[in-house]
């Protein structure tokens, strides 16, 4: 306990640009802030806004045409301007980092065993036994179930959680006094994330290791943090206690940052307009299993086993599950991108569970889709004019002018300026993008539009513009919709009803607040509970809550 | 340092994305990658090179249109043709030692040598009986720029299509398609340039040609698979089906402009071999036939001259050599364009620039 309250990082006059085509780009600006030993910061911000820059650059980790300036002291040594000799030294065994994506981050080819044992000698003097006693040791203080099997196991045969408790483990291999968290739950499931910040927790009671996480989730924050720093654009915007932050903020930004998070339970339930109850369900999923057929010497799999859900017209229906669980196929089987093995699929009547090429030209009419990664759903050598216009142009509905008005009437409904037709993909936001994806989605009229993940990749103020505008077009369309999405806070926003999915099974199904408010299933429970809140004493109550029901 | 200023206070005015858009505001991905490989200067420089070897091989000699007897000749600027002897340029005056047909051309300045920058009657010698040996090499290289157009251009066009469909439809076609490649690419090109040559070379060097381009398509046939296979995946291609376009629509408007990138790279590729094979060919015998010429059947008829007439050799060695090197070059400069990841890197000038402003500014 002699490094209580020791500081062990002092970052001061921090300031970070990047060299692109001849001007430097400030990533971050004149930063000051301190760490010390068994404490958690956090750096909160958007994308773009500098965090992961500011963390990467302490340790000289930046691309070359990178410069840093001001001055980065881990326990008292200067570490800007260093010799390359020190700074690696300092590497993994004073500062050791968590990334956010674990499969990318260990070595494919080495067993994970391997990889931590060759952090540890590259520190200390040990033999390969020594090495691997301690290694061992590691493995089993994060968790992993059965360390001595999973020593010699490769990360591909580990799940995502797994991976991201033993790219911890290798991080703490030399017992770092700082341990640098960069979006160390994004890419896992609520409930795995749930336990990722347990462990991270009891490690720092345990080692008393400093902690630098830097995250965009007010939730994970909530969670784990004491202090925060609230980053925009490069500049510090606001420094505070946790306390301070959630319940005093002072700065307008990160009110408006805390506002946009979506909350479980805040708004009303939606009602769906009186004119369109009892009318005949939109799209009828019947008892369906769907399969991903044989492939050489895989075998099929079946991704959705007897899956029943009705959607009606003018109605929002969340699907949410965990990754693997089976929503995108659903999604993807309701408008015909693949068939049904067993079941019946029908959309506004018409059968498509074994579709035609003919009978799927007709119900294109009536479907549209949304997908998860506006990056990759946009045909990056096309403007997006043409884009959106080639449902129209495809189906024969519009030609020439008539097209071109139509295109910038969509344009115009999604908030877009109508001289955006002519950019490209590559030019626009994230979710600019996902409006233009939008846009194209509902360019026939549909009468079912299919929304996978759509605000996934969007960060929290560009995703409560979105929800606004896809209730506003959905009030004056009237159409149904089904909302894939493993967020249950942004599902409680839109939907009337909620499905809940588990290993390609219908767990359960029901109004809004019946599931949110009186879950029936376990699972479904634990799904809720798992999700964190962005307010630091409700989530400690929810916290306990849950490990006294583990 | 007055220019640098407006640019400085763009800095402030700071959105979403705008290190990105700085490099990209308005322009379409085209002229991105155009603006990319004009400023790489290996390439462009190489570029107009070739463009210069071209004009002048093209238009000194004129064009033979037709096969055979059955042709016509459009006359080039050149005094000489292949056919016309010169028996006074056989023993040129500035010959050492008795040789015959030495270049005229001269480059060195009269203060260094006397004789002064001349180009004379045969800049680059004459053979040995006494052909103009300019006339000869830029008819050679007309006939093996010919044979690169030709069989690039077939290799290209068969390559995409056999890759495209194998990449996009998979499964039965890809495996009968793919199996078909490896057929074609077991059999070494060297092999089946000599069979075509036997059969083909005397009928000129455009049927060659073409029955190369048929040999040539394989390996850009594997690459253009390779990339369809993973473009078909991205979710823009289920988004244009489900807009409701057909398979060709998806292969010809969606997927193969993304996979232009690799196609023109291995077509540059691919033309520089077509070059060296026709030249080996040629070399070999299999080739171009006497009393046409290309630059391979050249070397291989003087090589055993080369000790007293080195000039024979140095020639036609050279146009190939720069040749192949400007179109590998320009395939580097284009590859480097098509690659949006590439990114140069800093430079110590740019460095150094940087920090005067940063001095200026505070």
């Not at chain 2, 033979?64 to 059955?70: K, P």
């Not at chain 2, 390559?159 to 070494?188: C, E, K, Q, S, Y």
């Amino acid at each position: 306990m002699s490094k209580a309250n020791q500081t062990v990082l002092k970052v001061a006059n921090y300031s970070v640009d990047f060299w692109v085509e001849g001007i430097w780009y400030p990533a971050a600006i004149n930063m000051n802030f301190e760490v010390q030993a068994g404490k958690v910061l956090a750096i909160v911000g958007e994308s773009g806004s500098g965090k992961s820059t500011t963390a990467m650059g302490l340790m000289d980790l930046l691309a070359s045409n990178a410069r840093i300036e001001g001055s980065v002291k881990v326990n008292g040594q200067e570490m800007v301007g260093a010799k390359k000799t020190l700074l690696r030294r300092t590497r993994g065994r004073e500062v050791a980092y968590i990334f956010q994506e674990p499969m990318t981050a260990l070595n494919p080819v080495y067993t994970i065993g391997f990889q931590i044992v060759e952090t540890l000698r590259t520190h200390f003097d040990l033999s390969p036994n020594e090495a691997k006693v301690r290694a061992i040791e590691l493995i089993s203080m994060v968790e992993i179930p059965n360390p001595e099997a999973s020593f010699d196991k490769y990360p591909h045969q580990l799940s995502g959680g797994q991976r991201q408790r033993a790219m911890i483990a290798q991080s703490l291999a030399c017992d770092p006094g700082l341990l640098v968290a960069d979006e160390p739950t994004t890419a896992l499931d609520v409930t795995v994330q749930a336990e990722i910040l347990d462990l991270i927790r009891n490690l720092r009671d345990k080692l008393n290791s400093a902690i630098l996480l830097i995250t965009h989730d007010m939730g994970v924050v909530a969670d784990l943090a004491d202090e925060i720093l609230v980053m925009k654009d490069g500049n510090t915007v606001e420094h505070g206690t946790a306390d301070q932050i959630f319940n005093h903020p002072q700065h307008p930004y990160t009110k408006e940052l805390l506002g946009a998070v979506p909350k479980l339970g805040s708004v009303a339930v939606r009602q769906l307009q009186p004119e369109l109850v009892g009318l005949p369900p939109v799209l009828k999923l019947d008892k369906v299993s769907i399969e991903y057929p044989k492939k050489g010497r895989v075998p099929a799999f079946r991704a959705v086993t007897d899956f029943s859900l009705e959607i009606y017209p003018g109605e929002i229906v969340g699907l949410v599950g965990e990754s693997g669980s089976g929503k995108t196929t659903v999604g993807r089987a309701s408008i015909g991108l693949l068939p049904a093995v067993e079941g019946r699929i029908e959309i506004v009547g018409r059968d498509i569970t074994k579709p035609t090429a003919k009978e799927l030209r007709e119900i294109r009419k009536f479907t549209g889709i949304v997908f998860q990664d506006p990056g990759s759903s946009l045909n990056p050598r096309l403007p997006i004019g043409e884009s959106i216009g080639e449902p129209l142009l495809l189906s024969g509905d519009a030609k020439g002018e008539e097209l071109n008005r139509r295109v910038e009437d969509l344009l115009e409904s999604v908030e877009l300026p109508k001289t955006y037709r002519n950019r490209y993909p590559h030019e626009l936001s994230g979710g600019q993008r996902q409006r233009v994806g939008i846009a194209r989605a509902l360019a026939l009229t549909p009468s079912l539009l299919i929304a996978d993940e759509p605000t996934s990749a969007l960060d929290v103020s560009v995703q409560a513009r979105f929800l606004d505008l896809l209730q506003e077009l959905q009030d004056k369309l009237k159409f149904a919709c089904l909302f894939i999405s493993h967020d249950l806070a942004v599902v409680d926003i839109l939907a009337h009803r909620i499905a809940v999915m588990q290993n390609g099974r219908l767990v359960e199904v029901g109004q809004r607040d019946q599931i949110l408010k009186s879950p029936r299933e376990d699972y479904t429970k634990r799904l809720i509970s798992a999700v964190p809140v962005p307010n630091p004493a409700e989530q400690r109550i929810r916290r306990e809550a849950r490990l006294a029901n583990k | 340092m007055s220019k640098m200023k407006p640019k400085s206070e763009v800095v402030l005015e700071k959105d979403e994305n705008e290190i990105a858009n700085r490099q990209t505001a308005g322009l379409s991905q085209r002229q991105i990658v155009i603006k990319r490989f004009i400023s790489h200067k290996a390439a462009m420089a190489s570029l107009f090179t070739l463009i210069g070897i071209v004009v002048t091989v093209f238009t000194a000699t004129g064009i033979r249109v037709g096969f055979g007897s059955f042709g016509f000749t459009i006359p080039g600027w050149w005094q000489f043709s292949i056919t016309d002897i010169d028996p006074y340029g056989a023993v040129a005056a500035t010959c050492n030692g008795g040789v015959t047909g030495c270049p005229t051309l001269d480059l060195a300045p009269s203060f260094l040598d006397g004789d002064g920058v001349q180009i004379g009657d045969h800049p680059f010698g004459t053979d040995i009986i006494g052909t103009d040996y300019f006339a000869l090499v830029a008819r050679g290289a007309q006939q093996s720029l010919m044979v690169m157009v030709i069989v690039s251009f077939l290799g290209i066009v068969i390559g995409t299509i056999v890759g495209a469909i194998a990449g996009f439809f998979g499964g039965i076609v890809d495996a009968i398609l793919m199996r078909l490649t490896d057929m074609f690419l077991v059999t070494p090109v060297i092999v089946i340039g000599a069979v075509i040559g036997f059969r083909f070379g005397n009928l000129g060097v455009i049927p060659l040609a073409l029955m190369l381009g048929f040999f040539a398509w394989m390996g850009l046939a594997r690459f253009v698979r390779t990339e369809f296979l993973t473009l078909r995946e991205r979710e823009f291609v289920d988004a244009a089906r489900v807009a409701g376009a057909s398979n060709r629509r998806i292969i010809f408007k969606h997927i193969l402009p993304n996979a232009m990138g690799i196609i023109i790279v291995v077509g540059t590729l691919l033309m520089s071999s077509a070059i060296l094979i026709e030249t080996s060919l040629s070399y070999l015998g299999f080739g171009v036939r006497p009393p046409d010429v290309s630059l391979g059947l050249l070397i291989s008829e003087y090589q055993g001259t080369f000790s007293i007439s080195p000039w024979l050799f140095w020639w036609p060695g050279a146009l190939i050599v720069a040749i192949a090197l400007c179109v590998n070059f320009i395939g580097d400069g284009l590859r480097d364009a098509f690659d949006p990841r590439q990114r140069r890197h800093i430079s110590a000038k740019d460095r150094k620039r940087a920090k005067e402003m940063k001095g200026m500014q505070s």
